[in-house]
């Protein structure tokens, strides 16, 4: 199984949107020349900050409440036995719930509200994270669910083998019910 094949699997579920941003026609501006001075050219911040983000049964430890925009995460897995991940999903501007309100309504309103994720990372047990959507970056500012999704209990190597032979989204795998009901679930704000 390849990381390439667990991103296609997890990108069949997922749509994404491109930001576009407007240009100015506003003609009363006046033209201004570039500077050829190296001295006056301030270097561009070109460091990510990266926050790294602790799997456990069942929860998400290091996940601060506020992050500013471009903030990438990265997930480490603790757990000894059960297979993580941390999906982020950016909630719509006019939604007022809390997450853990949110994590209680039936699938059929859940899924319409979160929308499409905007980055999935993936962590076995003692393994390597496996980025299947994104590369774990929260461009956007607004408010984000976290959650876990994966069945308790579900053998990592099966759910992972099933995620790379899965064309239309998240494998279907024995398991318990998904770690989002043991609470493992977090509101996170891109300022």
């Given at each position: ?128 994270q496996i980025p299947a959507v994104g590369d774990g970056t929260l461009a956007e500012p607004g408010r984000y669910a976290i959650v876990c999704v994966i069945p308790t209990g579900a053998d990592p190597a099966a759910y992972l083998d099933a995620a790379a032979e899965s064309d239309d ?23």
């Amino acid at each position: 199984m390849t990381r390439l094949a667990i991103a296609r699997t997890a990108a069949a579920a997922a749509v994404f949107g491109l930001l576009l941003a407007g240009c100015s026609d506003d003609d009363d501006s006046e033209a201004v020349e570039p500077s050829t001075d190296l001295e006056e050219v301030e270097p561009a911040a070109t460091e990510t900050e990266v926050i790294e983000v602790t799997a456990v049964d069942y929860g998400f430890e290091g996940l601060p409440a506020t992050v500013p925009a471009g903030t990438r995460l990265s997930l480490a897995n603790e757990s000894p036995v059960e297979l993580h991940e941390l999906v982020a999903f950016r909630l719509p501007d006019d939604e007022t719930r809390a997450v853990g309100e949110l994590v209680t309504l039936p699938e059929a309103e859940l899924l319409p509200t979160l929308g499409e994720p905007a980055t999935v990372l993936l962590a076995p047990p003692g393994g390597e994270q496996i980025p299947a959507v994104g590369d774990g970056t929260l461009a956007e500012p607004g408010r984000y669910a976290i959650v876990c999704v994966i069945p308790t209990g579900a053998d990592p190597a099966a759910y992972l083998d099933a995620a790379a032979e899965s064309d239309d989204g998240p494998p279907d795998v024995p398991g318990g019910p998904p770690h989002i009901a043991n609470g493992m679930f977090a509101e996170l704000v891109v300022a």
